[in-house]
């Protein structure tokens, strides 16, 4: 009778002996798929890229993160962007027209203090992947960055601080007020080096490469950061200019300083919502270990199994907020730092300089390999940096009135189509180009990276050959009618617009790849140190524009020629250097191609391709 209540129909001694073997199992299993399920529940609830949240516990993917964190970033870099914009772009008048500097002092001021504001971010980065985190570090330099925006406000409108003026344009500063205005405008500079290689990657923290569909929202992100930019610029280039040119100086550093005081807060309104890598020690220490430790095993030979060498034993790396990462076969010199010896086996404790793990040694590879890309960004950044100076001089010599009326645009203003055509591009590539060739190269982006990269190479190539066409045109102009003598020739400086928004369109494609690559293939705890070395491109774009300057002057001008770019343009060659610069960036897109093609991708232990 008991075998009833078991199994129907299997009433006998064996049977029900079956039917109760049967049965104990599937209630063990049962039990076994729940603790399963809920196992998984829980590995699915939490990030798997090593974040934390702001109690540094593992972050919670519903909590934190994604699209809910990024618009408090977003607004941090517009307003940041609009402060630092607001503040630079008029800055050669402020020093020549209240500081009462002449014109190549003035030059050279702004010059150098934008240099610096593109080498500082080498420190802030430093300090973020070692010791502080993006978080802290974004944190502290904004501080910073607000105080040298106040002070730069109080040495233009409090008496006593501001230079005395006597007439319009005509002021003198004394050496203390001087000192007053640069030291607020390089405790602004040094307030960008923690924010500018950081902030970018602490908005792709907020997506976990681990999840197939964060992974691909991570991709847009870098689209829209590049568009808040271009909204900060746009707003400082026209609104805030004109301010400082036709109200006061206080009033057009002033508000900059309370948009640089809301970006502050707007970071800090979404600090429960944000993920953060937690920061791995010094990254140039551990990549010192990996040479000297190479070196010191120059004569060991490499195992032919690859699995054979040094690696942490648990499923984490060794580097704090790092994930592991595969072996690769390039750069093989550098797998000698983690060969195990008989000393090592001997002594017990290995010794950092002499044995590193395999994760140690491909974020090595993996900055190397980054070299030669970084290095193909000189050229556009160079082609970019036009704008701010031989396009002016271009259009400085061409017809500056809108229409039939008196009113003239300065030559600067013009980079505003540049601003507006990123901001148009942004959109079309995330919401038009991304959908279609997704659907053509099966790519969940689109188009990879390097693919992005090497497009905005060959549209800046464009941007430069329409500039030379633009100034043939206006010499023959010259030559035609005998216009030697005017200082703008009758051709209308809109003329000029298709070049600036060529160069939006490169920036969409190249800038934002870069921005995107240098984060996705630095290590996990490099990720800020790569973003500023992307950045220091711009520099030194800035510094060979000047060097080439300098040699074409120096060449063009032998045997008492005027030169290529004479201070009257009408007698020079501007179409020369513009056709200089386009053979320069043909070059260097065929040496990007070669350099990507035998690019090699890195590989985390675990996540998705």
Known sequence: MHCINLVKDQCTNGASSFAVSE????????????????????????????????????????????????????????????????????????????????????ANNVSNWGGTCYITPLIGAFLADAYLGRYWTI????????????????????????????????????????????????????????????????GADQFDDADESEKKSKSSFFNWFYFSINVGALIAGSFLVWIQDNVSWGLGFGIPAVAMAIALLSFFSGTRLYRNQEPGGSPLTRICQVVVASFRNYQVKVPEDKSLLYET?????????????????????????????????????????????????????????????????????????????????????????????????????????????????????DRIIVPV??????????????????????????????????????????????????????????????????????????????LEFFYEQAPDAMRSLSSALSLTTNALGNYLSSLLVTIVTHISTRNGKLGWIPDNLNYGHLDYFFWLLAVLSVLNLGAFLLVAKWYTYKRPVGTLR
């Open 139 to 202: 944190a502290c330099f904004s501080s910073i960055y607000v105080t040298g925006m106040t002070l730069l406000t109080l040495s233009a409108s409090v008496s006593g601080l501001k230079p005395t003026c006597y007439a319009k344009d005509k002021c003198h500063a004394t050496d203390a007020q001087s000192a007053v205005c640069f030291t607020a405008l390089y405790l602004i500079a040094l307030g960008t080096g923690g924010i500018k290689p950081c902030v970018s990657s602490y």
């Open 313 to 429: 034993a648990d499923a984490d790396s060794n580097i704090k907020g790092s994930r592991k990462l595969d072996h690769t076969n390039d750069l093989r010199f550098f797998d000698k730092a983690a060969v195990e010896t008989r000393s090592d086996d001997t002594e017990g404790t290995n010794d950092p300089w002499k044995l590193c793990t395999v994760t140690q040694v491909e974020e090595l590879k993996a900055i190397i390999r980054l070299l030669p890309i970084w290095a193909t960004g000189i050229i556009i950044s160079t082609v970019y940096n036009q704008m701010g100076t031989l396009f002016v001089l271009q259009g400085a010599a061409m017809d500056t009135r809108v229409g039939s009326s008196n009113f003239k645009i300065p030559p600067a203003s013009l980079s505003i189509f540049d601003t507006l055509s990123v901001i148009f591009w942004v959109p079309v590539y």
């Open 437 to 514: 060739t997704r659907k053509v190269t099966g790519h969940k982006n689109g188009l990879t990276q390097l693919q992005r990269m090497g497009i905005g190479l060959f549209i800046s190539i464009l941007a430069m050959v329409a500039a030379a066409t633009l100034e043939i045109v206006r010499l023959k102009i010259v030559r035609r009618h005998n216009y030697y003598g005017l200082e703008e020739v009758p051709i209308s400086i809109f003329w000029q617009v298709p070049q600036y928004f060529i160069i939006g369109c490169a920036e969409v494609f190249t800038f934002i790849g870069q």
């Open 23 to 106: 049965w104990i199992p599937r209630k063990s299993t049962s039990r076994q798929t729940k603790v399963n399920l809920k196992a998984m529940e829980k590995e699915d609830t939490y990030t798997k890229d090593g974040t934390v949240d702001y109690h540094r516990n593992p972050a919670n993917k519903t909590e934190t993160g994604t699209w809910k964190a990024c618009p408090y970033i977003l607004g941090t870099e517009c307003c940041e962007r609009l402060a630092y914009y607001g503040m630079s772009t008029n800055l050669v008048l402020y020093f020549k027209h209240r500081l009462g500097q002449h014109n190549t002092t003035a």
